[in-house]
């Protein structure tokens, strides 16, 4: 029986063992065209991540995290480039659903990545209706990207989960589509 919870500390390491069997600098080559996470995390930022956001969310099998998905303000991810790029270039500009599009009303969702044994159920969905519903709280919007050179990430976003195309654009040589959908959240 699966049990999916928001992430405590003593949950770190069995997420990043996870974490480092679908990241893109670590995950094994043959496994990548089934999909891939390309933000390193570690200790440091897993820790920030639970304790400032309460945003990482787990699905445990027994002691194993079969499946996390990272939710957090842009604030919480804007040391990153490709984030700082997002918040600065891309969300000032862009209206979704009739509003304009903000750091303080919309989080950035994912990563996310699912043990492949576990993969063609509906883990995904439950994952993340069940991250979706805590971010609803405090967020109208969820935001995410995805690079065009990850298209079961795409499929599995766009067609499956049913996450609205923003926009299409370029960072750093690469191409992505930036996706969304509403929370529900009520102000």
Not at 131 to 143: T, V
Not at 163 to 172: C, P
Request: proline share 3%; charged share 25%; net charge negative.
């Amino acid at each position: 029986m699966l049990e999916f919870k928001i992430a405590e500390l003593s949950d770190i390491e069995a997420t990043l063992e996870l974490h480092a069997k679908y990241q893109v600098d670590t995950i094994d080559p043959k496994d990548k065209k089934d999909g891939f996470v390309t933000t390193p995390f570690g200790k440091e930022e897993l820790k920030d991540l639970i304790e400032q956001e309460s945003g990482l969310f787990i699905a445990k099998d027994g002691d194993k995290v079969v499946a996390y998905v990272m939710s957090a303000s842009w604030e919480f991810w804007s040391k990153w480039p490709m984030f700082a790029f997002m918040i600065n270039e891309l969300l000032p500009k862009q209206h979704y659903c009739g509003d304009a599009l903000s750091s303080e009303n919309s989080y950035q969702y994912g990563p996310i990545a699912i043990e492949k044994s576990y993969r063609g159920g509906e883990l995904l969905e439950k994952i993340f209706s069940y991250a979706l519903g805590h971010m609803a709280k405090r967020y109208n919007y969820l935001i995410t990207f995805v690079n065009k050179i990850n298209p079961r990430s795409f499929a599995a976003h766009h067609r499956k989960l049913g996450l609205d195309i923003i926009e299409e654009f370029e960072y750093n040589g690469n191409s992505y589509w930036e996706l969304g959908c509403r929370t529900c959240h009520k102000e």
